[in-house]
């Protein structure tokens, strides 16, 4: 059984940090690519950071220069570490895979339609100002 677990989500005033953490599971998790996905209230789902399986990545222009995703092959997760964070962050956080040569498209072209494989169930970031 293919399992996504997010955790490290909660409330933070703005300029403060989380780090997301994703354990995969139930897959081969060196042949994906894992991202992290996030959907305000009343927007559209929308790629926020993707890495492949030997480590190249994809990120959102909201986001450079604040969050950093990087990987553990040997635990087979997957972190996201936010800092500065704004309230226009405030959203549920998914972790999400693909496999490798997709993750970076699916995550600057992200559809219902052209989406990843597997997803988590969520974690709510909420940024106060």
């Known amino acids: 059984e293919v399992q996504l677990v997010e955790s490290g989500g909660g409330l933070v005033q703005a300029g403060e940090s989380l780090r997301l953490s994703c354990a995969a599971s139930?897959?081969?998790?060196?042949?994906?690519?894992i991202g992290w996905f996030r959907q305000a209230p009343g927007k559209e789902r929308e790629g926020v950071y993707c890495i492949t399986s030997d480590g190249s990545t994809y990120y959102a222009d909201s986001v450079k220069g604040r969050f950093t995703i990087s990987r553990d092959n040997a635990k087979n997760t997957v972190y996201l570490q936010m800092n500065s964070l704004k309230p226009e962050d405030t959203a549920v956080y998914y972790c999400?895979?693909?496999?490798?040569?997709?993750?970076?498209?699916?995550?600057?072209?992200?559809?219902?339609?052209?989406?990843?494989?597997?997803w988590g169930q969520g974690t709510q970031v909420t940024v106060s100002s």
């Open positions: 139930g897959f081969t998790f060196d042949d994906y690519g």
């Open positions: 999400a895979a693909a496999p490798a040569p997709k993750i970076v498209p699916i995550c600057a072209y992200y559809s219902g339609s052209y989406s990843p494989d597997y």
